[in-house]
T-cell receptor, first 114, second 117 residues
Framework: AQSVTQPDIHITVSEGASLELRCNYSYGATPYLFWYVQSPGQGLQLLLK??????LVQGIKGFEAEFKRSQSSFNLRKPSVHWSDAAEYFCAVDARNYGQNFVFGPGTRLSVLP | GAGVSQSPSNKVTEKGKDVELRCDPISGHTALYWYRQSLGQGLEFLIY????????KSGLPSDRFSAERTGGSVSTLTIQRTQQEDSAVYLC???????????????FGEGSWLTVV
């Protein structure tokens, strides 16, 4: 079945360290890809999105993500994590061209150590 | 409005009671979604409205759940005879999908936190 996977359920990094959150999708063509962040007790906020063009996209809060067609991946990165980045991160695919809706990955919870 | 607005933000109800959750999407957005997020879980798709088309109800977990969207704008999610397992955050989102083009961003509300006791 077509899906979005986030292999890491929970990641812990030290403040100032670099971060990479993994996302893989199983749709054949290039879907529209998104990363959302959910802080505790909050709704989801869009970090960045990829539709076409440059495969490295910049988002808010210093995040970036790279689309790699050969690996069916859209990993999220940040060079230096801040304590306020502790949250749940969701990768999502707009699969409406495939007869589905927005499909979200299961999420990765990020903890940041002082 | 400026963003997706949901009400109530918090609701505590007794088992067996009916509840209604309201979503006011961003003005002009034709697509509207409801998702459910249980404690510590990911997002579970419930229902999708797109313009005047028949809604996609494939994610509704049981016939106790229903939703409507009046005038192509405000939506109400109704849960009848609530059960404790219905306790969750119910998230509404909207998108400016138009002309069949896919790939528009969806924007989320803050959610309605439902607790069934």
């Amino acid at each position: 079945a077509q899906s979005v996977t986030q292999p890491d359920i929970h990641i812990t990094v030290s403040e100032g360290a670099s971060l990479e959150l993994r996302c893989n999708y199983s749709y054949g063509a290039t879907p529209y890809l998104f990363w959302y962040v959910q802080s505790p007790g909050q709704g989801l906020q869009l970090l960045l999105k990829y539709f076409s063009g440059d495969t490295l996209v910049q988002g808010i809060k210093g995040f970036e993500a790279e689309f790699k067609r050969s690996q069916s991946s859209f990993n999220l990165r940040k060079p230096s994590v801040h304590w306020s980045d502790a949250a749940e991160y969701f990768c999502a695919v707009d699969a409406r061209n495939y007869g589905q809706n927005f499909v979200f990955g299961p999420g990765t919870r990020l903890s940041v150590l002082p | 409005g400026a963003g997706v607005s949901q009400s109530p933000s918090n609701k505590v109800t007794e088992k067996g009671k009916d509840v209604e959750l309201r979503c006011d999407p961003i003005s002009g957005h034709t697509a509207l979604y409801w998702y459910r997020q249980s404690l510590g879980q990911g997002l579970e798709f419930l229902i999708y409205f797109q313009g005047n088309s028949a809604p996609d109800k494939s994610g509704l977990p049981s016939d106790r759940f229903s939703a409507e969207r009046t005038g192509g704008s405000v939506s109400t999610l109704t849960i009848q005879r609530t059960q404790q397992e219905d306790s969750a955050v119910y998230l509404c989102a909207s998108s400016p999908l138009a002309g069949g083009f896919s790939g528009n961003t969806i924007y989320f509300g803050e959610g309605s936190w439902l607790t069934v006791v």
